[in-house]
């Protein structure tokens, strides 16, 4: 069984931080990261890390957000940091198993405004 739990979200300010964090449960993960989908829009990858530490960051978040992940404690860590207006949005956790599998969480919103 894999479970996914998301926390962290809220609203800030613009050029403020949040940082949100999702612990998994069943198994090894090879990849864990978070996308988003703002309303009206499609649901795109923000940033991964792979097993071994390697990660991908979506051009507009590049200096700004920073993923990271706890083998041991099976949770991934999305630090968001400069925050945009239009880095509002619904936020999933994301990972996949070595067997090829994908699961989502249930998501968590950031709004950033005034």
């Known amino acids: 069984q894999v479970r996914l739990v998301e926390s962290g979200g809220g609203l800030v300010q613009p050029g403020g931080s949040l940082r949100l964090s999702c612990a998994a449960s069943?198994?090894?993960?090879?990849?864990m990261g978070w996308y988003r989908q703002a309303p009206e829009k499609q649901r795109e990858l923000v940033a991964t890390?792979?097993?071994?530490?390697?990660?991908n960051y979506l051009d507009s978040v590049k200096g700004r957000f920073t993923i990271s992940r706890d083998n041991a404690k099976r949770t991934v860590y999305l630090q968001m940091n400069s925050l945009e207006p239009e880095d509002t949005a619904v936020y999933y956790c994301?990972?996949?198993?070595?067997?090829?599998?994908?699961?989502w969480g249930q998501g968590t919103q950031v709004t950033v405004s005034s």
């Open positions: 069943g198994t090894i993960f090879t990849i």
């Open positions: 994301y990972v996949r198993s070595f067997s090829q599998r994908d699961y």
């Open positions: 890390v792979s097993t071994n530490g390697s990660t």
